[in-house]
């Protein structure tokens, strides 16, 4: 997507199944995996993971900006 040409209508349905695909996955994470992982992970590994999560997210932003 990034090197083709956004206002071609191949791109704008590249896009459509991309957005879908991520639709897809959210929706798998959100009601299939997370459930899942709440029965398998205790609250306290679930902390460290949510920190590690974020520290990582933060570290990422700022390579990017």
Known sequence: L??????TPAWTES???LARIV???V???EHRLFPLAC????D???VRMEERFRR???AVRHQLS
């Not at 990034?2 to 206002?7: N, P, Q, T």
């Open 44 to 46: 306290a590994e679930a």
């Open 39 to 42: 029965d398998l992970v205790s």
């Open 2 to 7: 990034a090197v083709a040409d956004s206002s």
């Open 23 to 25: 639709e897809d996955h």
């Open 15 to 17: 896009f459509a199944i």
């Open 27 to 29: 929706e798998e994470e």
């Open 56 to 58: 990582t997210k933060d």
